[in-house]
């Protein structure tokens, strides 16, 4: 990575803890204000006084029928501070704070839209203030076996690696973001991928020190790039199909699983990229079938 962007990288992150931490202080400051208690100035069945707090023990219902409009509008006029259009809050144990929920089984509706317009903002801001314990800052989830429990979408991308669909970090031990899958050989924990000519999942470490890793793996590691082909025995090689677009950069690796019969070893592999297969070659004949494991490296 170049120096131009290892400090734009350093900016990013800098400006979003700056405007994380302020967006957290802003809803402290706003349930602050909620958690003075105020006297009730209205009750069921009384007009909702502005500036006051309105104590009921049923729910205020607005239904709006006119389309592309709202049907309850809270907006905060000051151009400064830390203000906010509207808050819900909840003290239950299992309470929910605020509820979105569209009701219509069809379409592309969304049970909650957060919008920011500021060219350093965020869209939605979750934040579980805790110190301790196991908790999440934000949780999606979907009942649909082909849904997507959080996504995150980019629809103009940068060629300065400024623009992330999903972007997660940490300080301290631990890892910025996890994937986990718990239900068979067939889950995945984390899928990168790409159409086109762009890249599934990029490791990348900058740091020219001799512990700095930019990927790691702890277990047993598939290429579907990677195989095994057979040298039948009295011949001297066999041609391998990869299943993959070979050129004249791509690297293949081999070595021989079993001995083809006394001093013959294997010479050299001869690639085709026009046809998109290679050859292993070996000094002789072999006088058994000799296995072989090979590896393309684009």
Known sequence: MSDASSVAGSGLRTRRALLFGGLTAAAGVVAEAVARARPASAADGDPVLLGAENDATSATEVKMSAENTFAFIGEATALTGLGAGMMGSSRAADGTGLFGFADHDSGSNNGLIAHSRSTSGVGALAHASAASGQTIGLDGRVDSPEGIGVRGRVTEGSSEFDSYGVFGTIVGRGAGVRGEARWDQTSIGVLGESSGVGTGIVARNPDEEPEATALRV????????????????????VTVDPGITLTNASKILCTLQSGPGGTTTLQRIAKNAVGDVFTIILTGRATAATRAAWFVIA
């Open 218 to 237: 702890e277990g047993q590691v598939r290429f579907s790039t990677a195989g095994f082909a057979t040298i039948p025995k009295g011949t001297d090689r």
